[in-house]
């Protein structure tokens, strides 16, 4: 067990793997060390091979009742039948061999985008790489929402907290220390001075340094998995694999009966028998379940391009539901590109702009004369200081790196010239969204002590009891002085700038009755106030015209942010969010009401400001009770229970911390509101797409069907042979119902809106709709084939005219079955769905006329007459659909008037 390592100083350890403090290992060095300890990653199932994956085709129901067909067949004598069945089942399992394969690849590359990273110190500089890549001997830095990537010996650390669930199974909150234990720890959580691979950084900070990777860690040694990306089967395809059975049993059915009443007629057993067996074959929906993996996984490719993973594929078919996205602010909705534009500090206001100071109103200005450089001393500068050294961003190669809020305060501080020095820091008070504000204590010359203090101004302004004035020095912070500051927060607010407040206060040089003394909730008290920064995040272009879209597509926009109510309002409206009659509820509001209060209200409630992670589940639940469907976006580990809570849970992908990655649905990976949408679209294409695939396949097979069941109910020759109704199931459930699963969405898509979650997929009358047109279909191929005898065409004659007029009508309906309902708009261009249609007439055409198959498949040529007439009646069905469908709407229309009336 690696708690040994508990029981060594940091210095021994260190030691012990060749490692630097302060630099890390080296580039080089760490790549040797991978090849010699491997990737830090668990050990996984080895994967099947292709030969397994293509035998494993074969253990769908439907597709064993076909190889029941193809035995049975060959056992009557009747190869070419046989052999066409086993084509047809060989070819489906083909499809479905590629599909699975590119779904593995999918899942691969899913793994890929959401793996975690881990933040490592490699020649003197902390570098991003993926958790994978960490080796025995490297230092990890650790803070809140982190997932421990490696067993660690911890070297430093800050009011470390961690949770150690996953590998102890112990809910309680375990807080890190670094001293050495005077024994070997005798188990995981007995090692307080070690954070373990899997567990999850719940508040502080830390660094460590990596004693263990991969299997050789703790959690891999018990064989814990880390829970991964998810593939299940989703509640659609347990409903279609269910419909599919069905469908089975009732084609079986109806073929043995119509077989039945065949000899009872008097036809010859044998021939009934197979007519049967190829009427199964061609009505057992088999490409069902290839259609639904297909068209999720194309969906979820497609939604990788559009920046938006998805991490479990039920996710897919609920974002087509979704009414209500709660999004955050910053970042989401904004450029995440944060600017200082305005500073109150010494009773002044000041812009920054072109790096330069210019002093907006007040009574001095606090600069070296007019070089636009605030003076040494003055309220301004020590306001740039504060914000400068109370800051976690740094300068890296001529790049800032860390929190956008934190290094545009860096590069106005840099504006004057102030640079952060983190040598003289001792401790540091973390941000949490609880407390909203951060402090450090900071040496100064001498014995000097100053507690340095950024945050929410409302927030620090309650802990503030003196204020830095131009004129007077520090003076008591009156009741008049804080109107005035809170006038500057309000206007800073109306502008949509995000206020920021720093103070500071004086400590003993020794902390007083000791560090211990120094705990965050008494330190932070008797404050100094300094300076108010404005910070502008402009909105993203591309923000306006998705929450637009969203709004014709029926999902209402729910802005979530941490800022000032009118700095929310500011933005909510210039984004259209905040709409006549809406309403903005801020957290403090928020806790007055009880949750029935709430819920009556959440209907009208656009925006919510000076919210919590807490807020946000309670705001998802008010939600969900209102029969909502909820997608919830979340970027903090304290977001993550509502995001888990949600319907929909989306993480942001470049800000977010692992823990929440984990619980969401979704993850983005630019951190986009558009790519919300984008998401929504996808997922209602994927659904529209299943559902224009069983329109059009089972419209066919009732359509097949039912012109044999009809011609025996009317006491007529078999309209096909058991080899053109197979052919006729390959040419059109083949290529054009693939082409038609992959179709690409309509505009008015977006603007309908969004289904119910538990609507049916049969719903909006898709039953009447197949089942009408398939009637048509069989009605009219069996009055050609009727007329075609009754004219002294021979058998093989009217049987080929059948056989057309079958395949002409389903590649009709192909194209009908593309929009659910009559349109003004325009369909796009489905150039596959071209392509599959011209090459089914082709082969169509080529059995028809060409000498060896025609007599393979018992076809006549036709002259260009019966050609024509065998394309009139294929467009039949389609008019009696057209018929059918205006006179069902004046009838409603009646009604309607008549309720009204």
Not at 867 to 885: G, N, Q
């Amino acid at each position: 067990m690696h708690s040994g390592w508990s029981a060594l100083s940091a210095e021994k350890v260190l030691l012990r793997f060749g490692t630097v403090p302060e630099r890390g290992l080296t580039l080089l060095e760490a790549e040797k060390r991978e090849r010699r300890w491997g990737k830090n990653i668990l050990a996984e199932p080895s994967r099947l091979s292709l030969p397994l994956l293509f035998l494993n085709q074969f253990q769908d129901f439907m597709v064993l009742v076909l190889l029941g067909a193809t035995l049975l067949a060959a056992l009557l004598g009747e190869f070419s039948d046989a052999l066409t069945i086993l084509i047809i089942v060989l070819l489906n399992a083909v499809l479905g061999l590629v599909q699975e394969y590119r779904a593995e690849r999918s899942l691969e590359a899913l793994k890929k985008l959401a793996a975690p990273r881990a933040r490592v110190l490699r020649e003197g500089k902390i570098r991003v790489v993926a958790a994978a890549k960490v080796v025995p001997g490297d230092i990890v830095y650790l803070e809140a929402g982190d997932r421990v990537c490696a067993d660690l010996r911890l070297l430093e650390l800050q009011d470390l907290m961690v949770n150690e669930a996953p590998l102890t199974g112990e809910s309680d909150t375990v807080h890190k220390r670094i001293g050495t234990l005077s024994l070997p720890a005798a188990s995981p959580g007995d090692a307080v001075n070690m954070a373990f691979s899997g567990t999850e950084v719940l508040a502080g900070r830390g660094r460590g340094l990596a004693v263990a990777t991969g299997m050789q860690t703790e959690i891999g040694r018990i064989a814990h998995l880390i829970k991964e990306a998810e593939r299940s089967v989703t509640p659609l395809q347990a409903r279609l694999g269910r419909l599919g059975r069905i469908l089975v049993w009732a084609c079986l059915a109806i073929c043995a009966v119509m077989a039945l009443l065949g000899i009872i007629r008097g036809e010859a057993p044998y021939t009934m028998l197979m007519a049967g067996i190829s009427l199964a074959v061609a009505a057992i929906p088999e490409g069902l379940p290839a259609i639904v993996t297909v068209s999720l996984a194309l969906g979820v490719q497609r939604m990788i391009r559009r920046r938006a993973i998805v991490r479990r594929l039920p996710a897919v078919e609920t974002l087509g539901s979704a009414t209500v996205i709660c999004s955050d602010k910053t970042g989401t909705l904004t450029e995440n590109r944060m600017s200082v534009n305005r500073i109150f500090a010494g009773d002044t206001l000041f812009g920054f702009s072109q790096s330069r100071f210019q002093q907006i109103k007040g009574q001095n200005s606090g600069r070296k004369g007019g070089s636009g450089i605030p003076a040494r001393g003055s309220a301004l500068y020590r306001s740039l200081f504060i914000a400068a050294q109370c800051n976690n961003a740094y300068r890296e190669g001529g790049a800032y790196r860390g929190d956008p809020t934190e290094v545009a305060l860096l590069k106005i501080a840099a504006a004057a010239g102030i640079e952060p020095d983190g040598r003289f820091r001792e401790r540091e008070y973390p941000f949490s969204s609880e407390r909203k504000m951060m402090s450090v204590i900071q040496r100064g010359r001498g014995r000097r002590r100053q507690l340095l203090v950024k945050g929410a101004p409302e927030i620090v302004l309650e802990r503030c009891r003196y204020y830095l004035s131009a004129k007077k020095g520090v003076v008591a912070l009156t009741a008049s002085i804080r109107r005035e500051l809170l006038s500057q927060l309000e206007i800073m607010a109306g502008l949509a700038m995000r206020p920021l407040a720093v103070a500071y206060r004086d400590l003993p040089p020794d902390g007083g009755t000791g560090a211990a003394a120094e705990r965050e909730e008494l330190i932070e008290r008797g404050l100094t106030w300094t300076g108010l920064f404005g910070l502008e995040d402009p909105p993203r272009p591309e923000a306006l015209p998705a929450i637009r879209l969203c709004r014709r597509a029926g999902i209402r926009v729910v802005m979530i942010t941490g800022d000032h109510r009118s700095t929310a309002e500011a933005i909510a409206r210039r984004l259209e969010i905040l709409e006549p009659g809406g309403s903005v509820l801020t957290g403090g509001e928020l806790n007055a009401l009880d949750d029935r209060q709430l819920q009556r209200i959440i209907g009208q409630v656009q925006v919510f400001a000076r919210v919590s992670p807490f807020h946000k589940l309670r705001i998802v639940r008010a939600l969900k009770g209102e029969g909502e469907v909820v997608a919830m976006t979340g970027d903090g580990i304290n977001d993550a229970p509502a995001v888990k809570e949600s319907d929909i849970g989306i993480a942001m992908g470049l800000t977010g911390t692992d823990v929440t990655r984990e619980a969401a649905s979704l993850v983005l990976s630019d951190d986009n509101f558009s790519t919300i949408v984008a998401a929504v679209e996808e997922g209602r294409t994927i659904y529209s797409n299943i559902r224009k695939f069983i329109r059009f396949m089972l419209g066919c097979n009732t359509g097949e069907v039912l012109t044999m069941l009809l011609a025996v109910l009317c006491g007529l020759p078999l309209p096909l042979r058991a080899i053109q109704i197979l052919w006729i199931n390959l040419v059109t459930d083949g290529l054009p119902a693939l082409a038609l699963g992959v179709d690409l969405p309509s505009e008015e898509l977006m603007e309908a809106p969004p289904r119910r979650r538990d609507e049916d997929l049969f719903s909006r009358g898709l039953w009447g709709k197949l089942l009408l047109r398939g009637i048509a279909i069989g009605v009219v191929t069996v009055a050609l084939f009727s007329l075609a005898l009754s004219m002294g065409e021979s058998m093989a004659r009217a049987r080929t005219i059948a056989f057309a007029a079958l395949i002409t009508a389903q590649l009709v309906y192909v194209y009908d079955c593309r929009s659910e309902g009559p349109s003004s708009r325009k369909q796009p261009r489905n150039f596959l769905l071209d392509a599959a249609v011209l090459s089914s007439c082709l082969l169509m055409v080529v059995v028809i006329h060409h000498p060896r198959l025609s007599i393979y498949f018992g076809t006549a040529a036709l002259a260009a007459e019966e050609w024509a007439v065998v394309c009139a009646a294929a467009f039949l069905p389609a008019m009696v659909d057209r018929a059918f469908s205006a006179l069902k709407t004046r009838i409603e229309g009646l009604f309607r008037r008549k309720a009204v009336g």
